[in-house]
């Protein structure tokens, strides 16, 4: 059945490691987006892509880098120089289209702590 | 600068009455308002959502309305049930180089008591 997926769910990382989060879907949306959650703070963008090869920096992209060579696929790498790394990372898509009752579906999430 | 607010980050409601959440945005370019719902340590799921064009849109026990006027929106549920505490996100969105970007509130948590 069709949907997004991140893994891992948990990952723990030592401070100065670069990490690469995953996110995959199936439901051929041309759109991906990262997200981060901090606790008492709503979602900030932090990088969208609307086709392969192509993407743009969000709100807060400082620190972060991401690639979209497939459709499926947009992973977001968390480096070094990002100062707060410690967060809840949310994957999205949306399908795209003159329609714009399109709403993004979202992957159930990866929690980065970074000690 | 905060385009889109949840001035309320807790509210709580006896099971059977009437939840109201609300939500403030300041960008009159926003078009489309969403609703979404979300558990701990989970993505966001979607709920309902509204297009700047209407005043009000329902699907079952929800209700969003939109006051443009204002730049309000409320999403009422009706009526309220236990599996309703969640925390709940109201997004707006606007057509940016060509993509959709979507703007988050920082989350109002419902508490349905039994």
């Known amino acids: 059945d069709g949907g997004i997926t991140q893994s891992p769910k948990y990952l723990f990382r030592k401070e100065g490691q670069n990490v690469t989060l995953s996110c995959e879907q199936n439901l051929n949306h041309d759109a991906m987006y990262w997200y981060r959650q901090d606790p008492g703070q709503g979602l900030r963008l932090i990088y969208y892509?609307?086709?392969?090869?192509?993407?743009q920096k969000g709100d807060i992209a400082e620190g972060y880098s991401v690639s979209r060579e497939k459709k499926e696929s947009f992973p977001l790498t968390v480096t070094s120089a990002q100062k707060n790394p410690t967060a809840f990372y949310l994957c999205?898509?949306?399908?795209?289209?003159?329609?714009?009752?399109?709403?993004?579906?979202f992957g159930p999430g990866t929690r980065l702590t970074v000690t | 600068d905060q385009q889109v607010k949840q001035n309320s980050p807790s509210l709580s409601v006896q099971e059977g009455r009437i939840s109201i959440l609300n939500c403030d945005y300041t960008?009159?370019?926003?078009?489309?308002f969403l609703w979404y719902k979300k558990y701990p340590a989970e993505g966001p799921t979607f709920l309902i959502s509204?297009?700047?064009?209407?005043d009000k849109n329902e699907d079952g026990r929800f209700t969003v309305f939109l006051n443009k006027s204002a730049k309000h929106l409320s999403l009422h549920i009706v009526p309220s049930q236990p599996g309703d505490s969640a925390v709940y996100f109201c997004?707006?969105?606007?057509?940016?180089?060509?993509?959709?970007?979507?703007?988050f509130g920082t989350g109002t948590r419902l508490k349905v008591l039994a």
């Open positions: 999205a898509s949306r399908a795209s289209g003159r329609d714009k009752d399109y709403e993004q579906y």
């Open positions: 509204i297009s700047s064009i209407k």
């Open positions: 997004a707006a969105s606007a057509i940016t180089s060509g993509t959709y970007k979507y703007i």
């Open positions: 960008n009159s370019m926003f078009d489309y």
């Open positions: 892509s609307q086709i392969v090869n192509d993407f």
